[in-house]
């Protein structure tokens, strides 16, 4: 069992930055790939960003890819999501999800999510 907690979230100017942190509960958290995900109003969740156990594997979707940095650190329990140059189109609540497959940008693959934090870009 894994539970998640966002922190992070909060208002910010276009161009600025923010960073996210995921922190899990559980002894196994080094064994899960983790996943951040979206929600903006009115639209469907999406992917954003995935790490392998390890770290040595990670994935973006392509509309972060040079802005935003998915990290880990397994002594912490913690993963982040370093979000850089930031956009009004990010506006939304952020989600981090635990996976015992590897990582992945399928909702359907991840076995434990968090609550969310909320991500506002003003412009």
């Known amino acids: 069992q894994v539970q998640l907690v966002e922190s992070g979230g909060g208002l910010v100017q276009a161009g600025g930055s923010l960073r996210l942190s995921c922190a899990a509960s559980g002894r196994t958290f080094s064994t899960y790939a983790m996943g951040w995900f979206r929600q903006a109003p009115g639209k469907e969740r999406e992917f954003v960003a995935a790490?392998?156990?390890?770290?040595?594997?990670?994935y973006y979707v392509d509309s972060v890819k040079g802005r935003f940095t998915i990290s880990r650190d397994n002594a912490k329990k913690t993963v982040y999501l370093q979000m850089n140059s930031l956009k009004p189109e990010d506006t939304a609540v952020y989600v981090c999800a635990a996976t015992i497959r590897r990582p992945t940008g399928r909702e359907s693959e991840y076995n434990y999510w968090g609550q969310g934090t909320q991500v506002t870009v003003s412009s």
């Open positions: 790490i392998s156990w390890s770290g040595s594997s990670i």
